[in-house]
């Protein structure tokens, strides 16, 4: 197997991954919608509040948002200032897109092995009105450094691939 087929299952791969980060989103999404707005029903119509609905919109609303991180990586969404790095020329402006990613990689690698550290210590935690393990809604943290982290690797070796071959 070749360099360039690598690249291309891991192109594949990571295609995949976003397609299914989508979905888990996208039903996250209408879960907190539900819940929500059933909240909502219950304490104006009913005036009686569920005591649950605003505390798992706050932990799916933490999903959404750190999943959607991952799929704006992937997707290459994320603000930047691209003004001054516009001007350049092209080489510069890939040497600088790389060296970004390579810090980047760093800084998620670092919250990836941090988020993996806490598990322990959340696992003792019980959310307040859920009753759930915090570990659960604190596992968002190592799972969408790990996807960010992917992401970025490929989109590195594609890069690198792409430049030297």
Do not use: C
Not at 66 to 83: E, N, V
């Amino acid at each position: 197997m070749g360099a360039v087929d690598l690249v291309k299952i891991l192109t594949r791969i990571a295609k995949a991954l976003d397609t299914v980060t989508g979905a888990v989103v996208l039903g996250l999404l209408a879960v907190m919608l539900i819940t929500t707005s059933a909240g909502v029903f219950w304490r104006y119509a009913l005036n009686s509040a569920l005591s649950w609905s605003e505390e798992l919109g706050r932990y799916l609303l933490v999903w959404i948002s750190f999943l959607g991180a991952a799929m704006a990586t992937y997707r290459g969404a994320h603000i930047g200032i691209s003004a001054f790095v516009n001007l350049l020329p092209r080489k510069s402006r890939v040497w600088i897109a790389r060296t970004v990613d390579a810090i980047i990689i760093v800084f998620v690698a670092a919250i990836l092995l941090n988020g993996i550290t806490i598990l322990p210590q959340m696992s003792i935690r019980v959310a307040p009105t859920l009753m759930v393990r915090m570990d659960i809604a604190y596992s968002v943290i190592p799972v969408s450094a790990g996807i960010i982290l992917f992401h970025l690797l490929v989109r590195l070796i594609a890069g690198f691939k792409e430049t030297s071959g």
